[in-house]
């Protein structure tokens, strides 16, 4: 079997699929992107293709330390992506070719079903009662929420107040029938993570993500040891070498590597790997669409570490597509009591309509977050 062509669908709401051919005609689906630099990713796509036309798809292990090594620079959010939804897509290949599910290939299920959680409130975390009760009534018991709007390096304890009151307000509403994440998105600056973790203790969320940025890694070991609160991190980070650092610093409960963004399965099942190593719990990124979304799903199937997985199922990105718009076999994604059972299709699991991906790619938007700025001025996080 040759790899025979690549071709790329920048679609709503802010996604890329990537398709790749076969001269067996077997097809693979990848999702190769980075939110907001869709364009780039796609160049780098296409880029790598020199590596891939005219070789076995299914020597997936050869291909991705070929595009890992082959080019000398590595790495990085743009790299990884690309490389990450070519991965997707080989898997998707060899799957069909053998006529098993991925998670097959990768030995079989240690669980029977997967837990998963959604996203509730907006970019500022507004209407989140509004949004939990509506989940709640479609079988959701687990949320994430982002914790803060823009928040200063030192910020006022108004600031801090009015976070916390967010969340005291969730858990006067719902109790401990609920359990929720709270993304800081990284928007909160090392001295002020300290500050409103331990403010937050008392309403025992289930983590924090992002409580500081990636770059600023190093202070996960710092928090964890000033909270009780496990510490989530990992969408920003894009291989096991990044990885091992933080795993070794210590600090990280929960590692979240985003399978459009670290490299694909073949990367996230050895960072998965790893993590178990350090008894820190899988829960893979995914605001994504449903290639990323069924890639997460076969590497939690197999990883006995992997404990929830978010998905995007309504999440505020979604403007223009929602995540199973572009696939057939919808009736495969559903989500029962907050559970998804295995993708039964071989490959990945995902049937994807293409007539409406081509549509849907004419007129793409290029997406990009909004650019928000403190209140003197300067550039806040998003
Ligand atoms: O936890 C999450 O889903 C992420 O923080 C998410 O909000 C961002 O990754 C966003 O997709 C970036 O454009
Ligand atoms: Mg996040």
New binding site residues.
């Given amino acids: 079997m040759k790899i025979t062509k690549l071709t790329t669908y920048r679609v709503p709401p802010?996604w890329m699929l990537l398709k790749i051919e076969t001269d067996e005609g077997v097809v693979g689906w990848g999702e190769p992107v980075i939110?907001?630099k869709a364009r780039t990713v796609e160049a780098a796509v296409h880029e790598y293709s020199q590596y891939l036309i005219g070789q076995d798809p299914r020597n997936i292990n050869d291909l991705w330390q070929v595009m890992y090594r082959g080019g000398f620079y590595r790495g990085g959010a743009i790299l990884m992506s690309a490389m990450a939804g070519i991965d997707q897509a080989l898997w998707d290949i060899k799957g069909k070719a053998l006529g098993v599910p991925v998670y097959e290939l990768l030995g079989g299920c240690v669980r029977d079903k997967m837990k998963t959680y959604s996203?509730v409130g907006g970019d500022r975390p507004s209407d989140v009662i509004e949004g939990i009760r509506t989940l709640r009534a479609a079988g959701f018991d687990t949320f994430?929420m982002?914790g803060t709007e823009e928040l200063g390096f030192i910020d006022s304890a108004k600031a801090i107040d009015a976070a916390v009151a967010r969340i005291a307000e969730i858990r006067g509403a719902f109790g401990n029938d609920i359990e929720f994440g709270i993304?800081f998105?990284?928007r909160v600056a090392a001295p002020m993570a300290k500050v409103l973790m331990k403010e937050l203790e008392p309403y025992r969320p289930l983590f924090i993500?992002?409580p500081v940025l990636a770059e600023q890694a190093e202070y996960y070991p710092r928090l964890a040891e000033s909270t009780s609160i496990p510490i989530a991190a990992g969408?920003?980070m894009y291989s096991r070498f990044e990885f091992k650092n933080v795993f070794h610093a210590g600090g990280l409960s929960i590692v979240?590597p985003?399978l459009s963004h670290a490299g694909g399965i073949t990367e996230c099942l050895k960072i998965a790997a790893m993590a178990e190593a350090y008894d820190i719990a899988l829960a893979p990124?995914?605001?994504?669409g449903p290639v990323a979304l069924a890639a997460c799903l076969h590497v939690d199937f197999v990883s006995y570490n992997a404990v929830l997985q978010?998905q995007?199922m309504g999440?505020h990105?979604n403007k223009g597509a929602e995540v199973l718009d572009y696939v057939t076999n919808k009736e495969d994604f559903r989500i029962e009591n907050g559970y998804i059972k295995p993708l039964p299709k071989p490959g990945l699991g995902v049937v994807i309509d293409e007539q409406r991906v081509i549509e849907a790619s004419r007129n793409a938007p290029d997406?990009a977050?909004p650019l928000w700025r403190h209140a003197d001025g300067s550039v806040a996080e998003?």
């Fill in positions: 802010r939110e907001g996203w994430k982002n993304d998105h990284g993500e992002e969408e920003r979240q985003d990124h995914c605001p994504l978010e995007s999440i990105y997406w977050n998003w």
